[in-house]
Each structure stands twice: as structure tokens, then as C-alpha cells.
């Protein structure tokens, strides 16, 4: 691999994009890779990337709609490339406790697409969120910030080093 590593997300309120930014910083840092992080939603093309990372908030039992459709509509070119893919959401400690399987949408997302693997981060509401849901869960003070960058960092490095293995057999 010698390109562009896209990592990009579907995020409401700003959590799945800093778990994104993580991930980028350590393929950045750990693997030595050009990273670019952009919103699944201005993703035009995947052409110019050798690899994807995509990541999606868990709403309701389901990724978010912009890392759905980002998926559907690059399903092609995202099966002819190393793919991981991550959620967040669990506003309790589950996702730092133990492996959460990923929602059904994804897991179905994963097979057709030969993902190369799949986690779950806790996520983060906090005040000031948007959605009358998000709004009601703060209200009955369920919100907080569940999110383990140790673990983000620890998941990224896992995938530069998977990402170093496969610039490694491929001839410069």
C-alpha cells in the first residue's frame, strides 16, 4: 500500500468525529500513513484511497444514516479495498467492559463488503446536543462521555500495523 488512507464518519453531535480523528492521528503517527478525515456524506469518490476506515454513532439500534448510505453508495470500490469499520454510542461503560457485536445493519455491511474488522466505542451526549431523543436521554441523565481513547488508540494501531503489513507486499 503506498497511497491514502480516508478515514470518515456519520456524526450527529461531534462524538464519532473525534473517535475519527483519533484514529487518523495514530495511522498518522504509528503506521506512517497519509491520512485524510472527511464526513461520510462528502465522500465523493474512493478511487484515490488504498484503504477505508468508516466509522458510524449508534442510534437506535442503527448506525448513523450518512455512514449507512456512504457504504451503499461506495459498496464497489469499498469491497476492492481493505475496509474496518467502527460504531459508537453505548452511553454506559459496556463498550471499555467487554466486545460489543456490531448492529445488525453493519454486521450484514461487514460480509458483503469483506470488512477487515469491527468495533464498538462508548459514546458521548452531552448538553448542548441536537434532537429532542438526545435531549430527553440528558434529561433523565443518562448522558456523559463513555468514549476510551486508550482503546480508539489501541484499535488504530492494530490497523496500521495491518496497514504497514500490506505496504510491505506491495512492490514499490
Given at each position: ?12 453531535n461531534g462524538s464519532t468525529e473525534r473517535i475519527a480523528e483519533a484514529v487518523a492521528d ?147
Amino acid at each position: 500500500m503506498t497511497g491514502t488512507v480516508l478515514v470518515t464518519y456519520g456524526s450527529t453531535n461531534g462524538s464519532t468525529e473525534r473517535i475519527a480523528e483519533a484514529v487518523a492521528d495514530v495511522l498518522r503517527s504509528r503506521g506512517g500513513l497519509a491520512v485524510e478525515v472527511l464526513p461520510a456524506r462528502s465522500v465523493g469518490s474512493v478511487a484515490p484511497y488504498d484503504a477505508v476506515v468508516a466509522g458510524g454513532g449508534l442510534y437506535t439500534g442503527h448506525w448513523h444514516r450518512d455512514a449507512r448510505r456512504f457504504l451503499h453508495r461506495h459498496r464497489r470500490d469499498l469491497a476492492e479495498r481493505p475496509l474496518w469499520l467502527f460504531s459508537s454510542g453505548p452511553l454506559d461503560p459496556s463498550a471499555s467492559e467487554r466486545d460489543i457485536e456490531p448492529v445488525p445493519g453493519v454486521r450484514k455491511a461487514m460480509a458483503r463488503l469483506d470488512a477487515r474488522g469491527h468495533t464498538t466505542f462508548g459514546g458521548c451526549l452531552e448538553e448542548g446536543a441536537k434532537g429532542w431523543i438526545a435531549r430527553m436521554i440528558l434529561r433523565s441523565g443518562r448522558g456523559g462521555d463513555f468514549r476510551d481513547f486508550t482503546a480508539v488508540e489501541a484499535w488504530a494501531a492494530d490497523v496500521a500495523g495491518e496497514l504497514r503489513k500490506t505496504r510491505a507486499h506491495v512492490p514499490q
